[in-house]
T-cell receptor, first 120, second 114 residues
């Protein structure tokens, strides 16, 4: 079965600085998708960025970028020029292209999350 | 506005009293899913539906039921709630259950079972 591990329960960054959140995953599949979701205090789940495993180019969305290392099964999120509004829980998630082990289809497998604080 | 709605947003109930959490999406999505979020555990899938009348178990289905009679609605039913079902629940939908389509999440339902 696929698993997602976020080894940093909490992180802190100074406003305008850069921070990197770590994520590793375990899978035997070659095609899959990886996501970073943001959950602010409002609890709404917001998609930050998505990466297709077959693409070698790292995804970027404005101040957010990923470092995708397929062989190492690593998918870190870099936030540049951190803003107070970036303070949130961040979840890394994996989605199989096909049926997951155990039969669940379309399931997002989440890590336990990293709580990011931004200091003014 | 494209969205997933859930009701109620907050619910406090007692053990054994049947309840339903509604979920509706207006994006004509085929795939819908329920997750529960617990501290330190992330989100885990309860049930999912690939399309109308097609539902199946996720990772933590015990104690829950679902139905998908219409494309837009996917209610979550707790026939006999227990305290271990106290959690934050999210409904999500996406265009398809295959591929990397974004899953859109509802605002969440905070359920407390005493």
């Amino acid at each position: 079965a696929q698993t997602v591990t976020q080894s940093q329960p909490e992180m802190s960054v100074q406003e305008a600085e850069t921070v990197t959140l770590s994520c590793t995953y375990d899978t035997s599949e070659s095609d899959y998708y990886l996501f970073w979701y943001k959950q602010p205090p409002s609890r709404q789940m917001i998609l930050v960025i998505r990466q297709e495993a077959y693409k070698q180019q790292n995804a970027t969305e404005n101040r957010f970028s990923v470092n995708f290392q397929k062989a190492a099964k690593s998918f870190s999120l870099k936030i540049s020029d951190s803003q107070l509004g970036d303070a949130a829980m961040y979840f890394c998630a994996y989605r199989s292209l096909y049926m997951n082990y155990g039969g669940s289809q379309g399931n997002l497998i989440f890590g336990k999350g990293t709580k990011l604080s931004v200091k003014p | 506005e494209a969205q997933v709605t859930q009701n109620p947003r907050y619910l406090i109930t007692v053990t054994g009293k049947k309840l339903t959490v509604t979920c509706s999406q207006n994006m004509n999505h085929e795939y819908m899913s329920w997750y529960r979020q617990d501290p330190g555990l992330g989100l885990r899938q309860i049930y999912y539906s690939m399309n109308v009348e097609v539902t199946d178990k996720g990772d933590v289905p015990e104690g829950y039921k679902v139905s998908r009679k219409e494309k837009r609605n996917f209610p979550l039913i707790l026939e006999s709630p227990s305290p271990n079902q106290t959690s934050l629940y999210f409904c999500a939908s996406s265009l398809s259950g295959t591929g990397g389509y974004e899953q859109y999440f509802g605002p969440g339902t905070r359920l407390t079972v005493t």
